[in-house]
């Protein structure tokens, strides 16, 4: 089974500020099925990312996702008051799974 | 509006059993295949089970394995979580989800509902 481990925990930014979050795969993920999501406090999550890099609908083109492999990293490019939620990041292969989240608060 | 909504959660003794329920509307129902994921209090989300859009394929996380039975009635718009031998650590929101295609697996949840709150304690 993947295992996903996300780093760091918690990100303490400022807005305008540029985020990188980083998940790493215990296997090679194939076809890049990783996709990331937001969810701020009482929320459901929100899809983001899919296909490593694709933006869903609607999503800002500040948020980019990149990678292959076992790496890959969700980067916000200037954060957004609105930003400051936790990330998740998904394998969607054969058994999904999430990983443990990245806080990204405001500093 | 494309919409999913749950219900059948509440409190329930260790070893008890509960139904989930999640009503979509808003789209053809039976096009996608859906998905269960939980999150314990002040915790992560963790996938718990998924079904392919006509039934045939189902799958669950080790942790659930033999207790919870995953159910979808197209007909009816309806996914279902049958939740037996309930533990204290099965104690979270449930969400259902939409998978962005007829698969529960290899493809991402583009839907979800707000969830609905199962709590295990004596």
């Known amino acids: 089974e993947i295992v996903l481990t996300q780093s760091p925990g918690t990100l303490s930014l400022s807005p305008g500020e540029r985020a990188t979050l980083s998940c790493r795969a215990s296997q090679s993920i194939s076809s890049s099925y990783l996709a990331w999501y937001q969810q701020k406090p009482g929320q459901a999550p929100r899809l983001l990312i899919y296909?490593?890099?694709s933006r869903a609908t609607g999503i800002p083109d500040r948020f980019s996702g990149s990678g292959s492999g076992t790496d890959f990293t969700l980067t916000i490019s200037r954060l957004e008051p609105e930003d400051f939620a936790v990330y998740y990041c998904?394998?969607?292969?054969?058994?999904?799974?999430f990983g443990p989240g990245t806080k990204v608060d405001i500093k | 509006e494309v919409q999913l909504m749950e219900s059948g959660g509440g409190v329930v003794r260790p070893g008890g059993s509960l139904r989930l329920s999640c009503a979509a509307s808003g789209f053809t129902f039976d096009d996608y295949g859906m998905s269960w994921v939980r999150q314990a209090p002040g915790k992560g989300l963790e996938w718990v089970s998924g079904i392919d859009w006509d039934g045939d394929s189902i799958g669950y996380a080790d942790a659930v394995e033999g207790r919870f039975t995953i159910s979808r009635d197209n007909a009816k718009n309806s996914l279902y979580l049958q939740m037996n031998s309930l533990r204290a650590e099965d104690t979270a929101l449930y969400h259902c989800?939409?998978?962005?295609?007829?698969?529960?697996?290899?493809?991402?949840?583009?839907?979800w509902g707000q969830g609905t709150m199962v709590t295990v304690s004596s």
């Open positions: 998904q394998q969607y292969g054969s058994s999904p799974r």
């Open positions: 989800a939409r998978g962005d295609g007829a698969e529960y697996r290899w493809n991402v949840l583009d839907i």
């Open positions: 296909g490593a890099s």
